[in-house]
């Protein structure tokens, strides 16, 4: 039991490999991600944790040494899905480093006086059906479980069905106020997803604030046609008026500071060479410091799209996928937290993260752990295995603090 | 033997239906093109001609009752798969009135003096492995076998494997100099792709030339990241630079009139709503009368859009994938068939087909039916049943002209 947190995440590296774009695709569900608990699920075992998936696929991991009934438990954990072509540490770093947490716990001689729990949440990236904090958002009921059901994966598989053969019971998929009632503070750590740390030259940070965020689904509507007999002028074609978008997504986003709005899914229906497509579905995701001002930027993309798209005789629709407001975390759980890390510098981010979504029922906090190269969401997110220890170190000292 | 040209087309109408896409998705090797082909030698088998399919994947069905040593054969046919969500008649129509025709010569009582073949090309649309007229190029010796062999699917399949599974011998593919010594005429008949019949009011034309086309793979580079943490001016995002991109390939083509250029496919790597893509697939379709107009469109869009990518801190190359020249189809061959059909127009056609390829080697001609909504490679492609008729009386009228 004395792995460093590099030499825990070292054990996972094989696991979900995408040879195709580099790094890691460790989807819900897939044979990587279900590995990946399984191997969770039994480090939680090995430490004498109490391990169980409850409906909505969580894992939780109990230390509760004194036999305290399962109410105001610090919890700690994070996700082990991944984003297509992902990095080592969005998700894994968090689950390596609670796990890390609890062995240094250990080697410390401290007997938890509340429940303690690993906890480990599906489908954060939604990058399998589209709606990111899947896991946290049915725990909570900010997502109904008939809407999730219904999501369908790339491949046209429902949720539903893909949770079934994960060995889920979908009657059992949805809010669960009876795991919710027994957290008494969740505290996840995350690698950082930006340059913050660098700039500050710190190691470890706790979160001041979580940047609101949405998905839109656009779909650009033209007229399927030969790309070889159909003259420029007869052309209604949406890939062209698709561009337009993305290009008044830029131009928006450029006019309100501190907007961040990005397409990184772009498919073209039927997506042939020789073919003028019929319909682009793209993806527009939105992030704001002020979620009025988020509200403002999608208004104006879809007013100056529907005006970009109709020189091309083209139209356009925006179908929100998924809303979350900015979250300031539980400012009394975040001066504990702080009080634990004296000179831990306070860092507001832009990513969404499951303990947002537990932040509107529970008292939730984080803590990032520097990235070296500042990127994210790619195989070049980085953490020195020096810097990965510091951040167990710190959500050790933090756990302390809480269940001391 | 005594179905219409509708008639056989409609006992194909439930092979290969897209759900998603709508129309039919038949590419190269699926069960659905398997099946097709597997109904096309049935058809011949029962027409008593003579189906054997060669190293290449194309079917020859011959009719030579004179039993003439297979040279100078008049051969008619077209191919069976389709472009993702294509229409019911590009490539079946050939291969259904190809059928018809022969029916119509029995019932005129017609004896063959020369050989007379049905072929069916394997590949046509490229929508697979990318090359356009793959049967047809491999047969003439256009694409070298290794390169062809090379080609991956989507999904990563080499045409090598891909062949392998559907009973093909690698070892058997590539030129086929003994294959192509047996034709002395080619006649493909086809769906018209664009509006030339619907403004001539006539239901059947003669191919006068086939226009030069090619397809170039575009990649466009920049610096993948997380879309909530990285702010505008820290990125390098190739869909905004390959949406600038796909706009200079529309404004070049606009400015060199005639010239058809499209953007059908376009693949954001790793193509995750919640990131900055790295890399940015796209597919460039150029087709003009004058090939020097091609080659010189093609380089503008090159260097215009370095340019327009520069100010994203991005990167373009492009790669020609394949070049067709523009194709006069042999005058000779061409003249007989007018003469076989009076009234007949001559019309050019932006489509790329398997006879503009074998024009190289072979006296090759084409016929194109009309299609009344003018649009191709969609679901909304249509021939009415009574102009489908018409065309295969006429590739009898053709036919029998050839080998009488």
Redesign the interface.
Known sequence: MSDTTAGLLSQIAGTGR?E??GGF?RPVFSAAERELLEWAREQCTRRGLDAEVDGNGVLWAWWNPAGHSLVDAVVTGSHLDS????GAFDGPLGVASALRAVDLLRERDVVPARPLAVAVFPEE???RF?I?CLGSRLLTGALPAERALALRDPD?TTFADAARRAGLSPDRIGRDDAALARIGAFVELHV????GLIDLGAPVAVASSM?G?G?WRITVRG??????????A?RR?P??A???V??VV?AV??EHP?????????????????????R?DL?L?V?HPVDAVTAQVVEEIARRAADAVAGEGCTVELHEESSSPTVAFDAALRDRVSGALPGAPLLA????HDAGILAERVPSAMLFVRNPT???????EHVEDDDAERGSVALADVLQSLVG
Do not use: C, K, Y
């Open positions: 995408d195709v774009r695709s984003v297509p072509g992902g990236e939604g990058s589209g990111a046209g950082e997803q930006g340059r940047i965020h998905r007229q399927g046609n030969h790309a070889g007999t159909t003259l420029l007869d074609d890939v062209v698709a561009a337009q993305v290009l830029r986003a450029a501190d907007t961040r709005a990005t397409v990184g899914r772009f498919q073209p229906v039927p997506g042939g060479t020789n073919v003028i497509a019929s682009v993806w995701d992030r981010t832009g990513a969404g500042g990127i994210s969401h790619s195989p070049e």
